[in-house]
């Protein structure tokens, strides 16, 4: 991902690094905006993460994070077996808003969002076939093929042009106040 981002464009104002999400290379109180997609679900501990988000970011700023949740629905949990995965891996709504206000962020605002993500049943079955989703990259060959021919079948019965779609939870939080994020709630 690193190496795709330095072949694009640019003006001179952007720069890549490599951190933990737990251990951000930025100085306190320099950021205006923290964007995460995709990643909650695979940080050590977001405790630790959300209190880096404080620390780095100035009052008023943001944070957006865009993650599926155990409540979400997308379509691979229809077919494969992934709910051990689901309930150990996937964190719930209320767990990332409670992470994050008791690092001393006020939420600004949660939506379910639908997102297309394959144009069409045939797309989204040779996507799938892929095995790129880290979900699906953790089955069991057997449980990966099982889970393939269940989607395949569904795919060949039903109107296969009709886009796929997935739910992900859309959360703001703002920074306020200059509380310390280790004791957001003051002495």
Not at 94 to 116: K, L, M, P
Not at 120 to 135: H, I, Q, T
């Amino acid at each position: 991902m690193l190496q795709q981002a330095r072949r694009k464009p640019n003006l001179g104002n952007i720069s890549y690094w490599i951190a933990s999400a737990e251990a951000l290379p930025l100085w306190d109180d320099r950021v205006d905006l923290v964007f995460m997609s995709m990643v909650y679900h695979h940080f050590g501990s977001p405790a630790a993460a959300a209190v880096e988000c404080h620390r780095v970011l100035r009052d008023g700023g943001y944070v957006c994070i865009r993650n599926g949740s155990r409540e979400s629905d997308f379509p691979h949990r229809h077919f494969f077996a992934l709910q051990p995965l689901i309930d150990t891996e996937l964190p719930a709504r209320a767990e990332i808003a409670a992470t994050f206000e008791s690092a001393g962020f006020a939420r600004v605002t949660h939506h379910v969002v639908r997102q297309t993500i394959a144009p069409d049943w045939p797309s989204f079955v040779e996507k799938s076939a892929l095995r790129g989703d880290s979900f699906l990259a953790r089955l069991s060959d057997n449980e990966f093929r099982t889970g393939m021919n269940a989607l395949q079948a569904y795919a060949d019965r039903i109107d296969a042009s009709a886009p796929v779609t997935e739910e992900i939870d859309w959360f703001v939080f703002t920074r306020h106040g200059s509380q310390d994020a280790s004791n957001p709630a003051g002495p």
